[in-house]
RNA sequence: GGCCCUAUGGUCAAGCGGUUAAGACACCACCCUUUCACGGUGGUAUCAUGGGUUCGAAUCCCGUUAGGGUCACCA
């Protein structure tokens, strides 16, 4: 096998859509399992979309996915510059070079002959009108200023064919192939010809791109031809979707992979979720590591349909990967947190962190999980009752007078101290230990489910809010009985 | 509308002519349990449709239906 070489090749028009990550991702991978090089090269040739700043997004989105392009516009490899807008001399030249061979031609149609050329559904095709223009009226057009286009010129007749990596043999006839605008009228190539182009020059073998350039290939194919130049192989990659219908864009929201870093996700938990949406390791294996994806990557398992973003899923695999993460890991991505949490400030995330880590799926979980232990007022007594543990208000009631009675007097405030204590005193009232802690934690949390049971919540909250929270709620329950 | 592509549970998906049609998420039940989680066990639920080919079809072929893409001086 040849020495691979991909790309990615994103316009900088904002943030970086995760259907564009994945393309990106899939391009890393098929390179660096095959030792290849992976390019990344900025296609700016729209100036009306380019946004500013879109460059660094691109190189920071990069660097947190784990992704690292072997080459690019901050790396040279010899086959820059990498930026299209800094090639432009190149296409002008190689536009002109396929004309004399035949494959492309000058155009001046004005966009008011265009509009005329609209059939029934109001699509245009170009009709060749210019192809038969003479070289020397072209040469006379030219030097008397008139603007002009330069046109792909494809056959009439004929099929063209090529096989696609995931699609297999893809087959079109010509006829129902444009001739596309190949350099446009203020000198800047399009996609279609920059593409071709910089991927010949850039020696890149395996292109890498999302399905709506499956069926437009052929015409890429004829230009490779018409240069006499080599054919890529190419892999075409079905749309993530936000339902049956939708693609997932920014226009539906959090389409991006910022958004998602914002919420709370893990960048490798993304990069892991969106490798597996539209391509099945042969193992079975869902979560996986950078290097376990490179080894596993394979066409075979890339799928020909459209997959649905799923949040709930990458919810869970976010939470597989935070229940790895250490106890100082986790405070320093939960700090942020804390920090919007109503207990800023107080408690030491450390001690909530081991609570935490077990209960997470993505970090904004955080605030409604710990602000029970700021929030402390009145709530439905009800909630005492529970049918499976056998506990009635009554038992409620008297499990919490029995608390105030011990509880005072008790002087070591930790876990297994509290813990072995209290199940003495369970004992002691010819309860089960779930009788008894089950109301006290309600009563310090007043809370339907909290982040840890009771011992661990009166640590939490320490001795003098534990009993200033019995009192309330054992008074509390007094007064709805 | 022309052309191209696609079709397995709610979702991601395995499957490559013979399977009790994997697995994961979600959901439900049970177990564990100091709530909630975690963990464990089990369960509900899928081959779009009609024709072929074949002893045998989720798998191959054709039609239908549905969906996506494309038909820009966007990429």
């Not at 813990?419 to 309600?442: N, S």
């Not at 534990?466 to 509390?476: N, Y």
Request: hydrophobic share 35%; net charge negative.
């Amino acid at each position: 096998m040849e020495k691979v070489r991909t790309r990615f090749a994103p316009s900088p028009t904002g943030f970086m859509h995760i259907g564009n990550l994945r393309t990106c991702l899939y391009a890393y991978l098929w390179a660096k399992k095959h030792n290849g090089t992976f390019v990344l090269r900025i296609e700016d040739t729209d100036q009306e979309r380019y946004v500013e700043g879109a460059v660094d997004v691109i190189y920071s989105t990069l660097k947190k996915a784990g992704i690292n392009h072997d080459e690019g516009p901050d790396k040279d490899g010899g086959y820059g510059p990498y930026i299209q807008s800094e090639r432009k001399p190149l296409y002008l030249k190689y536009a002109q070079e396929l004309v004399e061979k035949g494959g492309a031609y000058y155009c001046f149609c004005t966009k008011e002959r265009l509009a005329t050329l609209k059939d029934e559904n109001g699509i245009t095709r170009y009709d060749k009108h210019c192809l038969s223009l003479s070289k020397e009226e072209v040469q006379q057009r030219i030097a008397a200023g008139e603007p002009y286009v330069i046109r792909q010129n494809i056959p009439t007749e004929g099929v063209s064919e090529y096989d696609d990596m995931v699609f297999g043999h893809i087959s079109v006839p010509n006829k129902d192939m444009e001739d596309e605008i190949l350099i446009k009228s203020d000198g800047m190539p399009t996609y279609n010809f920059a593409n071709v182009v910089d991927d010949h020059l850039m020696n890149i073998n395996y292109v890498i791109r999302g399905v709506e350039y499956l069926s437009s290939t052929p015409k890429y194919n004829l230009m490779y031809d018409a240069f006499g130049w080599e054919r890529p192989h190419y892999m075409h990659l079905s749309p993530i979707m936000k339902d049956a219908q939708r693609k997932l864009s920014k226009r539906y929201g959090d389409a991006n992979f910022e958004d998602f870093i914002a919420k709370g996700y893990l960048p490798e938990a993304i990069v892991n979720y969106i490798a597996l949406l539209g391509w099945a390791p042969k193992s079975n294996q869902e979560k996986m590591t950078m290097q376990e994806m490179l080894e596993q990557f394979d066409v075979d398992g890339i799928s020909h349909s459209p997959s649905i973003f799923d949040e709930a899923k990458m919810r869970w695999l976010n939470g597989e990967y935070i229940k790895e993460l250490s106890v100082d890991d986790f405070v320093k991505y939960a700090t942020p947190y804390f920090e919007q949490s109503k207990i800023a400030g107080k408690y030491d995330y450390k001690k909530l962190a081991e609570l935490l880590i077990p209960r997470t799926e993505i970090f904004s979980d955080i605030p409604e999980k710990v602000n029970f232990l700021e929030e402390f007022g009145e709530f439905d007594v009800e909630m005492f009752e529970h049918k499976k543990m056998k506990i009635t208000k009554e038992i409620a009631l008297s499990v919490l007078r029995k608390c105030e009675e011990v509880l005072p007097s008790f002087e070591k405030w930790d876990n297994d101290s509290l813990k072995e204590m209290l199940m003495k005193t369970a004992t002691d009232m010819g309860i089960k230990t779930g009788q008894i802690f089950l109301p006290l934690r309600l009563a310090i949390s007043a809370a339907a489910s909290t982040p840890g049971g009771a011992t661990e919540l009166a640590v939490l909250l320490g001795k003098e809010e534990t009993l200033r929270r019995l009192k309330f709620s054992r008074e509390l329950l007094e007064s709805k009985m």
